[in-house]
């Protein structure tokens, strides 16, 4: 992992890139979406403070385990001055993303249990499914094809 000298206070897009193992497409990415910001020199280059490099560092640990940018956008907004998350920061977002994260398994654990029946049956019926209709919420309103007629007549 390449060394950027203390006395360098801001990072060129290229050095961030290296530093953070993040692409820099990715990191213009994160930017458009106001995860990090750059200020641009005279020659309209980006410029990023060191900070950036521990903000990278959050969005993409918090990437790692499932959660949506918007989200991470949002928890890196009510940080006060928008400054670096610290590691309070990151245990009590974490705590907040925990019951989300643990309903999401849930679910893909629900999913994965019914996934060998659906492939073993193979009708994909839209009245029976587990997996296209779960709990048979649509089979309560109405059964199998007028579903799919519903549809087309709702998107025209």
């Known amino acids: 992992m390449p ?3 203390e006395k360098i206070h801001e990072l060129t897009v290229g050095q961030l890139s290296a530093r953070s193992g993040a692409a820099v497409s990715a990191l ?5 979406k106001g995860l990090i910001t750059s200020r641009r020199t005279s020659g309209n280059q980006r410029r990023y ?3 950036t490099l521990r ?15 918007a ?3 949002d928890a890196l907004a ?12 990151w245990a009590r977002l974490s705590a907040t993303w ?13 999913l ?11 009708c994909l019926s839209l009245q029976n499914c587990v997996l296209s209709n779960p709990d048979d919420v649509i089979g309560e309103r109405m059964t199998g094809s007028r579903l799919l007629s519903e549809r087309r007549a709702a998107k025209e």
Do not use: M, W
């Open 3 to 5: 060394q950027i000298p």
């Open 28 to 32: 213009h990415f994160y930017e458009s």
């Open 49 to 51: 403070g060191r900070d």
């Open 55 to 69: 903000r990278v560092a959050f969005i993409r640990a918090a990437q790692r385990v499932g959660i949506p940018l």
């Open 71 to 73: 989200t991470v956008r």
């Open 78 to 89: 009510q940080l006060p001055e928008e400054r670096t998350p610290t590691n309070e920061d």
């Open 98 to 110: 925990r019951t989300e994260l643990d309903e999401r398994i849930k679910q893909l654990g629900r």
């Open 112 to 122: 994965r249990d019914h996934l060998t029946d659906c492939i073993g049956c193979g």
